[in-house]
Antibody, heavy 124, light 107 residues
Framework: QLQLQESGPGLVKPSETLSLTCTVSGGSISSSSYYWGWIRQPPGKGLEWIGSIYYSGSTYYNPSLKSRVTISVDTSKNQFSLKLSSVTAADTAVYYC????????????????WGQGTMVTVSS | EIVLTQSPGTLSLSPGERATLSCRASQSVSSSYLAWYQQKPGQAPRLLIYGASSRATGIPDRFSGSGSGTDFTLTISRLEPEDFAVYYCQQYGSSPGFGQGTKVEIK
């Protein structure tokens, strides 16, 4: 059964770079035709798509975050990663990694399989 | 950017009642690329509906989705105790975005 697990620091200082990794188990990132996504949710607020990546490295980003976001993939480790630069308190959120449902994946997708999420707080 | 507006903000109902949740888009959602999620406190969202009306794997048939263009609806035919949660719609026909959520609470 496919599982996703986010990992990374729970506290990041303002102006620094937030870095998270999603480890995929129970399946291979590179053997399936999916875009793998990052979504975040500030405390008590709604969901925001950050971006998605294909195993080949092709990416799609939320235009509102594009200037600060880099998503990369490491197929040898079965992981994909998120970097968000110049963070502020507004970037405090639970960060989720996720995969679309079986079938066609375009980079603009719904998400069926989610990690449990990891809380990242931006504070000095 | 397509903006999704969900209504009502809160729906107060009793178990066994029918719930009707609305999601309105500021522009037409291409190919009905509209999804619905359920989220409970401390949990990741759970995909219920994608493609406006297709149930995700394992989702009970009391959940149904309908609509096209700019107006979409999630219907829960008979509320079970475990259905009280927050529900989000999401469009993914263009750069994905989510609605602000509808909370279904016990009356």
């Amino acid at each position: 059964q496919l599982q996703l697990q986010e990992s990374g620091p729970g506290l990041v200082k303002p102006s620094e770079t937030l870095s998270l990794t999603c480890t995929v188990s129970g399946g291979s990132i590179s053997s399936s035709s999916y875009y793998w996504g990052w979504i975040r949710q500030p405390p008590g607020k709604g969901l925001e798509w950050i971006g998605s990546i294909y195993y080949s490295g092709s990416t799609y980003y939320n235009p509102s975050l594009k200037s600060r976001v880099t998503i990369s993939v490491d197929t040898s480790k079965n992981q994909f990663s998120l970097k968000l630069s110049s963070v502020t308190a507004a970037d405090t959120a639970v960060y989720y990694c996720a995969r679309p449902p079986s079938g066609y994946s375009s980079g603009y997708d719904a998400f069926d399989i989610w990690g449990q999420g990891t809380m990242v707080t931006v504070s000095s | 950017e397509i903006v999704l507006t969900q209504s009502p903000g809160t729906l107060s109902l009793s178990p066994g009642e029918r719930a009707t949740l609305s999601c309105r888009a500021s522009q037409s959602v291409s190919s009905s690329y509209l999804a619905w999620y359920q989220q409970k406190p401390g949990q990741a969202p759970r995909l219920l509906i994608y493609g406006a009306s297709s149930r995700a794997t394992g989702i009970p048939d009391r959940f149904s989705g309908s609509g096209s263009g700019t107006d979409f609806t999630l219907t829960i035919s008979r509320l079970e105790p475990e259905d009280f949660a927050v529900y989000y719609c999401q469009q993914y026909g263009s750069s994905p975005g989510f609605g602000q959520g509808t909370k279904v609470e016990i009356k």
